[in-house]
């Protein structure tokens, strides 16, 4: 892989928006920014028409986030894109919303709307991603879940470098791949 594949925190992002192949994460696993009052609305929006359950959430906040997210090549300091894992691909902007909507029941009118130019969705996108913490607001702690919905979440247990380091493993609960343990 050439490192200009690889975005860096100095470069312009945007190439590197399209549909990525990405092996080893839950299929319906929604990456967004957790103290994005818009952002955890679209979640309580998804999770409302969702009665099968498919998707799943983690922000980028967290530690499995934060891992998604540099596997991903989102900055999670001043992430730009939200992102959806289906079928081995991650989406990013608007092509991740239009993926998500158009799963769920009633809603898969909106698939239509991928015919329109990806520069444009984006554009749009990128006007309210700019905008989000002054239009909506934001909070200081990501939002949490009711015990009901605490399933839909993806939690992660970090193990500290020096415990990996004397040789235990992790335990993990992150869908995020690798090996988990149950904990």
Request: hydrophobic share 45%.
């Amino acid at each position: 892989m050439s490192t200009a594949s690889v975005p860096t925190a100095s470069e312009p992002r945007r190439a590197t928006w399209r549909p990525t192949a990405i092996s080893g994460v839950r299929d319906g696993l929604i990456l967004f920014d957790g103290v994005c009052v818009f952002c955890s609305r679209w979640v309580r929006f998804v999770i409302e028409r969702d009665a099968a359950a498919r998707f799943r959430f983690v922000a980028i906040q967290s530690d499995g986030g934060r891992a998604l997210a540099a596997r991903l090549g989102i900055d999670s300091a001043a992430p730009e894109t939200n992102a959806v894992i289906l079928h081995g691909q991650a989406y990013f902007k608007s092509d991740a919303a239009l993926h998500v909507l158009r799963r769920l029941p009633k809603w898969s009118w909106s698939g239509a709307l991928l015919g329109v130019p990806r520069p444009v969705r984006d554009w749009a996108y990128d006007r309210v991603a700019r905008n989000r913490y002054r239009w909506f607001g934001r909070t200081e702690v990501c939002m949490m879940p009711s015990a009901e919905l605490a399933a839909r979440f993806v939690i992660v247990a970090v193990a500290s470098s020096r415990r990996r380091d004397r040789g235990h493993r992790p335990r993990r609960r992150d869908g995020l791949g690798g090996s988990a343990a149950r904990g």
